[in-house]
């Protein structure tokens, strides 16, 4: 599992640089976000349950074939590991978040996941909506909280839309 300053120094030291402008500005960029960062995935840790609950109904309200006979999310049990995974999709992403790097999605996430869902035939589109309405409602709320800028919030959340639908989001 890496971060933005170990992925950073991994990068020079391989090569034996010591740190140029790039490297400090990008450094600058991760420190001057980090209390964001932190409050954001602390907002995230205490509405969790909120926001999974609030983008799984209107998840189903936008495709509701998933919740009726024949859907991959109908009976309880695929109900439940349906919103089991937008809270893995949520609780990743704010680790990712404070660490400003997405190698933990890669590593503990997004392995193999298309394969699994193919297999078990969980539809990728909508698991995409879902995971959007997420981004969506996180970063609302960290608006309404008083922050002018909200466009870290997107890394995560994009990584793994992009690493899902394999196309450019
Ligand atoms: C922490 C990393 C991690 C992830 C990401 C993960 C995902 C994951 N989701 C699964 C199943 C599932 N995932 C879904 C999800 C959905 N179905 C829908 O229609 C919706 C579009 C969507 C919710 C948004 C469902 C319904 C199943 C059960 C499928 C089945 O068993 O038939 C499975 C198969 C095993 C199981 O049921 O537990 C895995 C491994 N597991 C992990 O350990």
Redesign the pocket.
């Known amino acids: 599992m890496r971060d933005a300053v170990t992925t950073l120094i991994r990068n020079y030291d391989s090569r034996g640089r010591y740190l140029d402008q790039l490297a400090l500005d990008s450094l600058k960029g991760y420190f001057d976000t980090g209390l964001a960062r932190v409050q954001v995935a602390t907002m995230i840790s205490a509405k969790a349950a909120e926001i999974v609950k609030a983008a799984?109904s209107q998840?189903f309200e936008t495709?509701p074939e998933?919740?009726r006979p024949g859907?991959?999310?109908?009976t309880t049990?695929?109900?439940?590991?349906?919103?089991?995974?937008?809270d893995?999709?949520l609780?990743?992403s704010s680790y990712a978040l404070v660490a400003g790097n997405e190698n933990v999605l890669d590593e503990?996430?997004?392995q193999?996941?298309r394969e699994?869902?193919n297999s078990?035939?969980?539809?990728?589109?909508?698991?995409v909506?879902?995971?959007q309405i997420m981004k969506d409602m996180v970063k609302a709320k960290a608006a309404e909280a008083g922050m002018e800028d909200t466009s870290f919030v997107d890394q995560p959340f994009d990584h793994i839309l992009r690493e899902l639908s394999e196309v450019s989001v």
């Open positions: 799984a998840l495709v998933l919740i859907g991959n999310a109908y049990r695929r109900y439940a590991a349906c919103l089991r995974d937008m893995y999709y609780r990743y503990r996430v997004l193999g996941l699994t869902y078990l035939g969980v539809p990728i589109a909508p698991t909506v879902g995971i």
